[in-house]
């Protein structure tokens, strides 16, 4: 079984920053994309960051310019620098992976339990 383990999440001004990390571990053959959701009450759970295996990164463009994402692959974790936080960045954060189990052939997308971050003053 593949658990992904998130960490980094909690109470932040406006204008700080956080830095998300997420380390897969388990019966790990490859790890393709990985990437961070978030959902916030009332709303649906929404895109923030993702990146492949080879280093390609797409961004939510609410968070373009202010997010960073970037991997470690020797280490199977994923992270998510977050700059000039604002309040309507407020959220459970969720880590995912397209993970490929050792005996297997195919990808499944395993999720994280989720991480809080509040931005407020």
């Known amino acids: 079984q593949v658990q992904l383990v998130e960490s980094g999440g909690g109470l932040v001004q406006p204008g700080g920053s956080l830095r998300l990390s997420c380390a897969a571990s388990?019966?790990?053959?490859?790890?393709?994309?990985m990437g961070w959701y978030r959902q916030a009450p009332g709303k649906q759970r929404e895109l923030v960051a993702s990146?492949?295996?080879?280093?390609?990164?797409n961004y939510a463009s609410s968070v373009k310019g202010r997010f960073t994402i970037s991997r470690d692959s020797a280490k199977n974790t994923v992270y998510l620098q977050m700059n000039s936080l604002k309040p309507e960045d407020t959220a459970v954060y969720y880590c995912?992976?397209?993970?490929?189990?050792?005996?297997?052939?195919?990808?499944?997308?395993?999720w994280g339990q989720g991480t809080l971050v509040t931005v407020s003053s």
């Open positions: 990146i492949t295996s080879g280093g390609s990164t």
């Open positions: 388990g019966s790990i053959f490859s790890i393709y994309n």
């Open positions: 995912n992976a397209g993970v490929r189990t050792i005996g297997t052939t195919g990808y499944q997308a395993v």
